[in-house]
């Protein structure tokens, strides 16, 4: 079995920040990509930011610039630091894992609110 844990969610005033931190643990294997995703109310589902394996990073349009993700690969963790919050960051935000042998696992997601 694989347990993926987020952690460092909270509330924090527009402007402000956060760090959002994941571990994985269990059967990993090889971890080929691990993630961050969101979802707002009302809405799906969107990726925010990922970091594969060998280095390359992705990120959505709305975020670059002011999040930045990191990977430990040695402890099988990735970090989310988000800059200049805003209120549409406002979401529960899932994190990712994805290994070489094809498995796709999920965090139970923690809540990001921010609002002044």
């Known amino acids: 079995q694989v347990q993926v844990v987020e952690s460092g969610g909270g509330l924090v005033q527009p402007g402000g920040s956060l760090r959002l931190s994941c571990a994985a643990s269990g059967r990993i294997y090889r971890i080929f990509r691990m993630g961050w995703y969101r979802q707002a109310p009302g809405k799906q589902r969107e990726l925010v930011a990922s970091?594969?394996?060998?280095?390359?990073?992705n990120y959505a349009e709305s975020v670059k610039g002011r999040f930045t993700i990191s990977r430990d690969s040695a402890k099988n963790t990735v970090y989310l630091q988000m800059n200049s919050l805003k209120p549409e960051d406002t979401a529960v935000y899932y994190c990712?894992?994805?290994?070489?042998?094809?498995?796709?696992?999920w965090g139970q997601g923690t809540q990001v609110t921010v609002s002044s």
């Open positions: 970091a594969s394996t060998g280095g390359g990073t």
């Open positions: 990712n894992v994805v290994n070489t042998n094809g498995g796709d696992y």
